[in-house]
């Protein structure tokens, strides 16, 4: 009988403990970004370049199989609802896709004079509980010369799983450092109900 009740306890003890913490996660205790989430720009940190090309109304739609990540994007813009469609692996093999935001707003709206690129390899990551994703793309900025724009992307869950992070840093290199300001952007996105 005293097992009994040992056993109860210790089993209702890790349930509690485990409704404290809404934050969904996987064998390896890294969170599972899967559901629907909403960008919130007042809460977030944004490029006001990046509000013009791109337009404030962002939704994710998140599949997360750990390593498998996929990620829909619906962005409203001027021009009317556009998608886009990501894929990471977050054991570090390795991922192109398309590039996630347009290269000439970094630049205070100065157009580039090549197009964006179609593909951007990158390489992902877990840090603890946090998701970092590396990038490097080469681009031509408007005085014609060559340079690398590096991304470094960081995705950290809230512990009750209603709010993803997405702090992004930017550092353009030409022979030497430059920066543009802001160099870092961050995107804070609410969980849509389901349902």
Known sequence: ??????I????????FCQAQD????DKNGHPDFSG????DTLKSELHPKL??????AVTLTITHNDPELKIVQTTESR????????AY?????????????????LFNGSEVSNDDPDKVPSK???NGKKLRTLSAVVIFIPDGKQSTVRTEAVWEMSSDGETLIQTITFTVERGEPIHFKPSRMRKVFHKVPSG
């Open 124 to 126: 992902s990551e877990w």
């Open 51 to 56: 509000l013009v090309v791109s337009g404030p």
């Open 79 to 86: 021009e009317g609802p556009r998608r886009k469609e990501f």
């Open 1 to 6: 009988m005293k097992q009994a009740v040992i």
């Open 22 to 25: 809404g934050e969904a996660k």
């Open 36 to 39: 629907t989430w909403q960008l």
């Open 89 to 105: 692996r977050t054991d570090g093999a390795g991922e192109t896709n398309p590039p996630v935001r347009s290269y000439q707003a």
């Open 8 to 15: 109860f306890v210790l089993l209702t003890s890790a349930f």
